[in-house]
């Protein structure tokens, strides 16, 4: 068994946490929490999916270092982040006399921990809680950074707090059993990562590795997602809660990706799959905004191919997805503002004009349908 990894997360006037990154870390999971906190019920929220297996585990380790444990599963899949879902959720804790000296465990994708994040946050104005992702993307996105959120049909991730955890444990080991098209939404993150963080070094080990992460390498797999949960973590300690701009960086890619899940209906496209189209698109508006390179925009497309991430071919309005980008958290009075990348490490939050937006994203749908056409009518 490999030693595990440690990141810890030190944010002004929060306490601090840990991250534990390693082959087989779920094993430390219960002496940890024991260490941590002085509790004595925890209820483990995970999906349908998720559950029998690693919420299972989860609660087997737990019980057997003397917590009192429950489970609650949701469905799985995106419709679950909504106000029903968490209103369920804080029901069934109250019926369990639950109480801020008590815990919260996340065992899942993206869509638990920020659901169960989301929960932990508002229920008694914040109890503690615990992540523990099981999805490549959750590992290196939804897990660490404090965001809780759940869903509004206007738009993802429109309600939601701050809320950092006790504790994050990440088991490389539990991707065993990560469905084959899950893979490419945890990549699309990394990759998302290589682009903004601060040393063109991870850009290029990505490159140069791309081949073995898709091959699904143990080792290969360890190191991106401590290099991308590294780079979170540093900027999350500068700006926790997106108040300096250093946080939007995180962002890239991601305000024409919610337009997509939005405009496609939420769950129909993988959240991956869409902020890969939203860093392709990026790349572009970049050139005539910001004077990047066409050959930054050829390498990020060759990067993103190489991950598994091909341009993807759809059938939606510009004008669709233009209003959902107004949407956007980090739109302010009715323009919208974009993570626009000129090269690797070199980025900047800026607001485009309509006309220009109107003007590329016209070209992008025209170009996604005769993609989608010439592919038998895809989505």
């Not at 002496?31 to 509790?39: A, F, N, P």
């Not at 965001?147 to 738009?155: E, S, Y």
């Not at 699309?188 to 963080?197: D, N």
């Not at 004009?353 to 989505?379: E, F, I, M, Y």
Request: net charge negative.
């Amino acid at each position: 068994m490999s030693k595990d990894r440690i990141i810890d997360v030190r944010i002004p006037g929060e306490r601090p946490y840990q991250v534990r990154i390693g082959r087989g870390a779920l094993s430390t999971l219960a002496g940890t929490v024991r260490d941590l906190k002085e509790c004595r019920r925890v209820v483990v929220i995970s999906d349908e999916n998720v559950g029998p297996k690693w919420g299972k585990t989860v609660r087997e380790y737990l019980s057997g270092a003397g917590f009192e444990t429950y489970d609650l599963l949701i469905p799985p899949g995106e419709e679950s982040k909504s106000l029903e879902m968490a209103g369920e959720l804080w029901s069934a804790i109250a019926d369990y006399g639950f109480n801020r000296d008590d815990l919260i465990v996340a065992v899942g994708g993206g869509v638990v921990g920020d659901l169960a994040g989301f929960v932990a946050a508002t229920y008694m104005r914040g109890i503690d809680v615990v992540q523990v992702p099981t999805s490549l993307l959750a590992m290196v996105d939804a897990s660490v950074g404090g965001k809780t959120a759940i869903d509004l049909p206007q738009g993802k991730n429109l309600v939601g707090a701050f809320h950092q955890p006790l504790h994050v444990c990440i088991d490389i080991n539990v991707l065993s059993a990560l469905p084959d098209a899950e893979w490419a939404n945890g990549f699309a993150e990394i990759a998302k990562s290589s682009v903004v963080a601060p040393r063109r070094s991870f850009y290029e080990w990505l490159r140069n590795n791309a081949a073995g992460l898709v091959s699904r390498d143990p080792m290969l797999l360890e190191e991106a997602v401590y290099t991308t949960v590294d780079f979170k973590a540093s900027v999350v300690m500068k700006d926790a809660t997106e108040s300096n701009g250093q946080r939007a960086s995180l962002n890239y890619g991601h305000t024409l990706g919610h337009a997509i899940e939005a405009s496609s209906g939420l769950g129909t496209i993988w959240h991956g799959r869409a902020v890969a189209e939203g860093m392709r698109f990026a790349t572009r508006l970049a050139v005539e905004v910001a004077d990047a390179d066409i050959a930054f925009v050829q390498r990020v497309d060759a990067l993103l191919d190489s991950l598994g991430l091909p341009q993807l071919p759809f059938q939606l309005s510009p004008e669709d997805l233009l209003a959902h980008m107004k949407t956007d958290k980090k739109a302010r009075g009715g323009v919208v503002n974009f993570v626009i990348a000129e090269d690797f490490t070199s980025w900047e939050l800026m607001a485009v004009p309509d006309d220009v937006l109107r003007s590329h994203l016209t070209a992008w749908c025209q170009n996604k349908a005769r993609l989608a056409a010439a592919q038998g009518g895809a989505q």
